[in-house]
């Protein structure tokens, strides 16, 4: 059965802003470290951004270079799901997004991800 369902995806104007939302029915997303990565056409799937648990309900967020100051993740347990805001989107923010979760911290050079959303696809138009 699925683990985590993205769900927001889909056509937006640049420059306007949209939220990615992910959620399970299978798993408590507090407990874990979670992420959302991205992958364009010919392209390896790429980091966006993290909120790694550091303990109980305390988090530590990391982003990319091209997501800081533009992307936002966030959490919001009591509903179990992790949010991905977009703002300012251009082109090459394109692709399919995905919502990740692991036992291990998550980030730019910590890729090894336990369980993947099927992917929601964010496409920009100028």
């Known amino acids: 059965q699925v683990d985590l369902v993205e769900s927001g995806g889909g056509l937006v104007q640049a420059g306007n802003s949209l939220s990615l939302s992910c959620t399970s029915s299978?798993?408590?997303?507090?407990?874990?470290?979670m992420g959302w990565f991205r992958q364009a056409p010919g392209k390896e799937r790429e980091f966006v951004a993290s909120?790694?648990?550091?303990?109980?309900?305390?988090?530590?967020?990391t982003y990319s270079d091209f997501a800081k100051g533009r992307f936002a993740i966030s959490r919001h347990n009591a509903e179990n799901t992790v949010m991905l805001e977009m703002h300012s989107p251009t082109l090459e923010d394109t692709g399919v997004y995905y919502c990740?979760?692991?036992?291990?911290?998550?980030?730019?050079?910590?890729?090894?991800?336990?369980?993947w959303g099927q992917g929601t696809q964010v496409t920009v138009a100028s």
């Open positions: 909120s790694n648990r550091i303990g109980g309900n305390v988090y530590r967020t």
């Open positions: 990740a979760a692991s036992s291990s911290p998550l980030g730019e050079a910590l890729p090894d991800v336990d369980y």
């Open positions: 299978g798993r408590t997303l507090g407990r874990y470290h």
